[in-house]
């Protein structure tokens, strides 16, 4: 995990400015940012200071939004009159407390929402966000179909094939549970076909389906996944069962 920081100063009236600025823009943009695990805004009155902080899966992904909070920064101080003191930017390296509850709950909500990026994959195809998201060892349990697959070029390829066959896909989270170094996802996909998936051709069809990911997370990384779907009744929408395509004659 990365932690990036931001202090203000200001007089009393620019840090109302700043809190009102901060629940009614910042903390929605910054929960909306792919790769954010939690942030936490700080205000001292009376001494006349605030502090921001932001956590994120990785070093990578706090650099990628890096333009984002720049240009959040900038808009802060034109709204709220505040100055920015200093930047500054940590890699997590541990944390300690009596709230044991409060740290794993931090925890799965940032294993959540690495599992969202990897959903998120499906729908985009960007290499990029491969890389930030899984190991360079990962092992990706697949169906029959799919096989074992591992490192993370191979799984690059499984993406882009479906990519290929399914151009138009969309992947959303329907629902997650999280647990230790692992988390339950289960998503929905829709789409068109539109490219041969194995020895079945493209159809035109549309389709949606349903499947269930566990992810075990590593290092801020997905490490392994094993995956099941309903690939019976992709098939079916798709035409391509023997007794839907009976019917379709």
Known sequence: MYARTSTWTGSADALEKWVEHVEKSVAPMVAGLAGNAGAFFFADRSGGRALTLTLWDSEDAAAATDLTADQSRDRTVAATGVELEQRGRYAVVGAAGANGGQQRAETSAANKALSRRFTELFSSGDQGLAERVLAPDVVFH????????????????????????????????EDQIAEGDKVVTRWRARGTHRGAVGPHAATGRGFAFEGVTIERIADGKIAEVWVSRDELGLLGQLGRLPEAAGRTR
Not at 142 to 162: C, H, M, N, S
């Open 142 to 173: 697949g169906t029959a179909g799919d096989g074992e697959l591992r490192g993370i070029d191979a799984l690059k390829r499984f993406v882009a094939a479906y990519r290929a066959a399914f151009p138009e896909a969309r992947s959303t989270v």
